[in-house]
């Protein structure tokens, strides 16, 4: 139901100027869920995931998370420590600080520093790749090494919603089958995961539920694995005819 959902979004709008972009959807998450939001370019998906995080303002019917946290209230910082992390279309770390940095920024909210290490191993553990390299630069990594790395460095604040936006934006598809592996992985530990995707293939194969966007509307939503066989979500994001 939507009254014990950790996020619940009714009636969700989000301008730029006078133009709505989003244009009063309902949606929700539950605890523990995978739940993407597919739909073509321009739909408005990175637009909503900005409105959660705080990074754009709207207006909503109710927006609230863990029942009680009125989002609308809340200022983005207050919204990480409340436990919501959004990694960003094209990730956004900081090229000139090491690997190693980057991951102990995404930690400094917190103050339990014996724990901080112990995710820090963890996140190594997930992603050799960037232990191999911790002391390097983090603009000399790969897109897919730096999707990682944002990745990394969003679970380091220990996350209960994780909002992820197009993570497979301009890899290789090796990288991409990787990068969904460890998205897989992540939410299979209980984070709670909000994945926008265009590709709407690769997203339903993991998600357990999926909205449809479009126009700033959402068109459908249901059981990813029903949506991925509607001969609608086939034909117009599966690329089908
Ligand atoms: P993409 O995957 O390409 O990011 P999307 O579904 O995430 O697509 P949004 O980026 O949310 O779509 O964009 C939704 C609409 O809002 C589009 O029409 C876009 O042109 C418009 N838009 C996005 N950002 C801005 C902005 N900063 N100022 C004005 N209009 C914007």
Do not use: W
Not at 122 to 141: C, M, N, W
Not at 196 to 225: C, F, K, P, T, W
């Amino acid at each position: 139901s939507t009254h014990d959902a950790l996020l619940n979004i009714q009636g969700l709008t989000v301008s730029y100027g006078g133009i709505q972009a989003v244009k009063g959807i309902s949606l929700q998450v539950h605890t523990s869920e995978l739940v993407c939001l597919i739909g073509s370019n321009g739909a408005g998906k990175t637009t909503t995931l900005k409105a959660i995080a705080g990074l754009l303002p709207f207006s909503a019917n109710a927006c609230t998370y863990k029942q009680t946290h009125h989002l609308g209230h809340m200022q983005a910082h207050q919204r990480l420590q409340a436990g919501i992390s959004l990694v960003p279309e094209g990730r956004g770390v900081f090229a000139r600080m090491s690997i190693e940095e980057n991951l102990e920024m995404g930690a400094y909210c917190r103050k339990d520093n014996a724990d901080i290490l112990l995710d820090l191993e963890k996140i190594y553990d997930t992603f050799p790749r960037l232990k191999e390299r911790r002391k390097q630069s983090a603009g000399t990594l790969s897109g897919g090494e730096q999707q990682m790395l944002a990745i990394g460095r969003a679970l380091m604040g220990r996350p209960e919603l994780l909002l992820l936006d197009e993570p497979s934006m301009g890899l290789a598809p090796l990288m991409v089958e990787k990068i969904y592996e460890v998205v897989e992985q992540v939410s299979k530990t209980g984070v709670t995961i909000l994945l926008v995707e265009q590709n709407a293939h690769i997203a339903l194969q993991i998600a357990d539920r999926a909205y449809v966007m479009d126009s700033g509307s959402i068109e459908l939503d249901g059981n990813a694995a029903e949506l991925m066989s509607d001969p609608r979500v086939r034909q117009a994001y599966l690329g089908e005819e």
